[in-house]
């Protein structure tokens, strides 16, 4: 099944867009592109809440909106978490996450309260009315609500993002689960990568209202970098060769060479790993004395410089990409080019794509 | 003279408790519309929601005298239905209080609207809402302070009505006649006494609904 998005959209405040997307369904698709660049716009076209959009939408052969037809956004197979909740004040949380089941509007599954309650764990707060709730808690009440509505795609719109470090350690879990556990694809806006990359097999990015990436979470590393964000990344591909207990690490072999990551992997199993490009710093030769544990061999393939003082550094590792981001001088300094020999420091590694 | 004032208060109450009833029946579907419409026709339609504010009572009372005529374009239907004449009776005087007190039950709850958190509404909406769950089930709740205001407004309002009620009620004791009519017929026969009777019993009841409203309106945390 895929989602096709077609049309421009103006606003009187300036904002202007114009889409042109197909993203295949399945999994979830991360949405990035900095502020203003309409991440949310576009998920609010998918809903049906731009009414007087010029916008197309159609999944699969069903056709939502274009020049002749309008399917009410109610009507819509769609589910959506909103950065602030949006929890009705007036009603306790049970009350809350029974609306959507008192809606007769939509037909398609619906997923029985008591297990949502269970597994949100939501018990505790059901007869709390929303303004005594904390952040955290009241963006767990809106994913919870979220996912009693029949919906064949769920938009997530930076579910996390007006939470603080705590709080988005506590819904993080939550989320993650949702996303796995019900096999219904998302559609989830974010500015941070670091926040989906576990979960996402594809990525869009969005810049100044256009389409500038649409690839599968393998291709990341080719990711355009948009203005001062950095998604710029690579996939690595490996196999786990063993776990050590005592450190939590597991051991994973890139070709030749070996890569660490925190917590264990099954033995023998074939994962891939996010490489953020502003995580790897380049050096000449292998440094011993750092506290970095990954240092992979690299050779570069290419230079690309950034405006924004830094460039973006495309490194050829055992046949595999991986991309860095440094400062021009840094470059300068070190007469890096095309061709020469480096040795890669990895500051994170993470776990990337949800496999499908 | 005690049997006069309780006869008026009567109507006076009954006039009051009808017209706010019929107008808060649909004046939050009106002012749901003139919050939210992006039509052409919704400048001139807040604005002919509002022109009993500024006309005269005498003028909307002489138009709808002619209306209410036997053969007005109200009267004449009302005729062949009931074989009542509309002019000069009760029912009469509640299509006058309607059209007087419009403004009052629709300008709070239009204020009211605008400024209500449109996010919850696309919220109920992508939950499965249809606009008409979303009205009743959202809109009217959370707004339940403005319509409590609006109704208490009405109703007061519709007390203090006078010049409508010359123009078309016309002064049928026990039907008709209000307790500002009954204090208008009290100062011109020169019944001062009864007339200051009359005067307070307005004044206390308006300065009571008025606080009771107001009281009503002070901030009050959602919680």
Known sequence: MELHVKGELNRHGGFSAAFDLTVPLAGVTAVLGPSGAGKSTLLRCIAGLERDSKVAVRLGDERWQDEHTFLPPHLRPVSMVFQDGRLFPHLTVRQNLMFPLEQRTRSGARLSLDTVIETMALEALIDRRPATLSGGQRQR?????????????????????????????????????????????????????????????RILVLNEGRVIANQSIDAVGKLTPVGEHAYGGAVLRG?????????????????????????????????????????????????????????????????????????????????????????????????????????ALIKSVALAGAAP | MNQELITAGGVTIALATVTTLILMSFSPLIAWWLARSTSRMRAAAEALVALPL???????GFYLLIAMAPDGVIGAPWMALTAQPLAFSFAGLVIGSILYSLP????????????MDFG????ATVLGASPRARFLRLVLPLNRRALIAAAALCFAHTIGEFG????????????????????????????????????????????????????????????
């Open chain 1, 239 to 343: 196999r786990a060769l063993g776990y050590s207990s005592e450190y939590d690490l597991t051991e994973l072999g890139i070709g030749r060479h070996r890569l660490v990551i925190t917590g264990r992997i099954e033995k023998d199993s074939e994962v891939s790993v996010l490489v953020a490009a502003r995580d790897v710093s380049i050096a000449l030769q292998d440094v011993a004395n750092v506290s970095i544990q990954n240092r992979l061999p690299a050779s570069i393939v290419s230079i690309t410089d950034e405006p924004s003082g830094s460039c973006l550094i495309t490194l050829d590792c055992e046949g595999q990409q991986l991309a860095s981001r440094i400062t021009r001088r840094s470059a300068h300094q070190l007469e890096l080019a095309p061709g020469r020999s480096v040795v």
């Open chain 1, 141 to 201: 009440v809106a994913l919870a609500r979220a996912l009693l509505t029949p919906a064949r795609l769920w938009l997530f719109d930076e579910p996390m993002s007006s939470l603080d470090g705590t709080a988005r350690r506590e819904i993080g879990p939550y989320l993650a689960r949702a996303c796995r556990d019900h096999r219904v694809p998302v559609l989830y806006v974010t500015h941070a990568l670091d926040e989906v990359h576990h979960l996402a097999s």
């Open chain 2, 164 to 223: 409508i009620v010359l123009m078309i009620g016309g002064n049928i004791a026990g039907e008709t006649r209000v307790l500002s009519i009954a204090l208008f017929d009290q100062v011109e026969a020169l019944r001062y006494a009864e007339a200051h009777v009359t005067a307070f019993v307005l004044l206390v009841a308006s300065m009571l609904l008025l606080t009771c409203i107001y009281v009503a309106q002070r901030p009050v945390r959602e919680s």
């Open chain 2, 104 to 115: 009052f039950a629709v300008q709070p709850l239009v204020a009211a609207f605008r400024s």
């Open chain 2, 120 to 123: 919850l509404l696309d919220a």
């Open chain 2, 54 to 60: 500024v006309l005269p009572p005498t003028v909307i």
